[in-house]
């Protein structure tokens, strides 16, 4: 037994020393110190020896446990220091070698038409508020007093979630929303995502808006041209004009379409301008004085002269002007490179 426990520690440590790699290493290291390894198999044999010598085997078989660990460990240190070494010499960085391209991504069209009607507006004092997308059919309806029969209300138009709860169809759904929250002065913007059920190329079951509330005491009309017209001005050009053309908006009252000029024949109107298609002028939000009815809903006192005026802008259709998008779904199929181009 002693001579057997001699020789597999010898060859062991024989292996150990000779092993190329930290790979083979290992392996002598389980056919030595492993469940069925040489040393494991000799000491199968203790049952069979002397009770009285049992002790003495033991000790010598820790002692060579011990040295043939050490030497593992050892053999290891030296092995993974060639390994480096060999590493170091083989793998070398190039860093005179050009880089790879890459390729960055940006916000979309849509975001970047956002924030810049965003950033316009927020210099005279527009906050960013937010409202929910899922919406009670009351704030997207009834508290912008479009009563029960009004036919934006249709299943065609509006996408219902469960009885009393819409994908909002506008922004001015916040409308109300922010006169419950906060009393006047109130100057905010409400930028998202609005759903409707429509389909083509200048129409999308989703789009965004950006709804404009200013309410205070004394706001007027002129105060709507005025914000409208910097607006403008700052978005398309110095010598933007706008007009107001009369229209209907259950929530404004008197409510306008509001046009701008067409910057892109800003000199002379041209026939065959590919923009306003000769008209001279470009269609680009809803607007209109907050209807009396909402200060009522919201609980404003009548005799507090507390006016506002509200606005609700495209933001695709913004864009696609700016920059001249021919169809609206282009703005949602991913395709990068048409989304490249706007970097
Ligand atoms: N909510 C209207 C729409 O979606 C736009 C609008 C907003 C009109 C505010 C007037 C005032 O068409």
Redesign the pocket.
Known sequence: MIQKLQDVGELALQQIKFSQDLESLEKVRISILGKKGALSEVLKGVGAIPASDRPQIGGMANEWKKRIEESLESRKQQLEQIWLAQKVQTERIDITAPSRCLHRGSLHLVTQTTQRIIQILSRIGFDVTLGPEVETDYFNFEA?NIQADHPARDMQDTFFLSPGIVLR????SV?MRAMRAQKAPIRILCPGA?YRCDNDATHSPMFH?I???WVDRGVRMSDLKGTLLYWAKELFGSSTQIRFRPSY?P??EP??EVDVSCFQCRVKVSPLCRVCKGSGWLEV????MVHPRLFEMAGYSQDDEVRG??????VERIAMLLYQVPDLRLLYQGDLRFLSQFK
């Open positions: 912008v169809t506008h922004t001015s409308q609005v808006q709804e404009g509330l908006f929530f404004v409510g306008a939000l809803g607007a209109g005026f509200a606005f609700g802008v495209g």
